[in-house]
């Protein structure tokens, strides 16, 4: 398994001033589906950081997003390894395919892998 990027997501009622604010410190928008807002550095697009007002196909919103090279292998692994499921896997409409899991330290993390047809060259959606 490969781990393509690691990217902390924050919840936030504030997406226009985060953009604003981290705009200042050279993050450009990459996504912005209006209740999510990735912002990713031009020269480094995988140095991101993601704030949603709430997660609009998930019980809950992930504290951290982990992109991987197999997403079904690491579902397999995780659920053989008892770790807490809190959204099982399934593709979304915006091409990746995702699933939550709950780290030993009660953080929501967001597994996911862009499904191939619509993977992107630089890996910029969540």
């Not at 009622?13 to 550095?41: C, H, I, K, P």
């Not at 997003?65 to 692994?77: G, K, L, T, W």
């Not at 807490?84 to 395919?97: K, N």
Request: no cysteine; aromatic share 8%.
């Amino acid at each position: 398994m490969s781990v393509r990027r690691v990217v902390p997501d924050f919840q936030s009622d504030a997406l226009e001033e985060s953009r604003s604010f981290y705009g200042l410190l050279g993050l450009e928008e990459v996504m912005n589906q209006g209740w999510v807002l990735t912002l990713a550095s031009p020269t480094n697009p995988t140095a991101q950081l993601t704030f949603m007002t709430a997660d609009r196909t998930a019980p809950v919103a992930p504290d951290l997003s982990i992109e991987v090279d197999d997403v079904d292998a690491v579902y397999a692994s995780v659920r053989a390894a008892g770790a807490e499921i809190v959204r099982a896997l399934q593709d979304e409409e915006w091409g990746v395919r995702r699933f939550f899991v709950r780290d030993p330290n009660g953080r929501v993390v967001n597994v996911l892998g862009h499904r191939a047809a619509d993977s992107p060259a630089d890996g910029q959606n969540a």
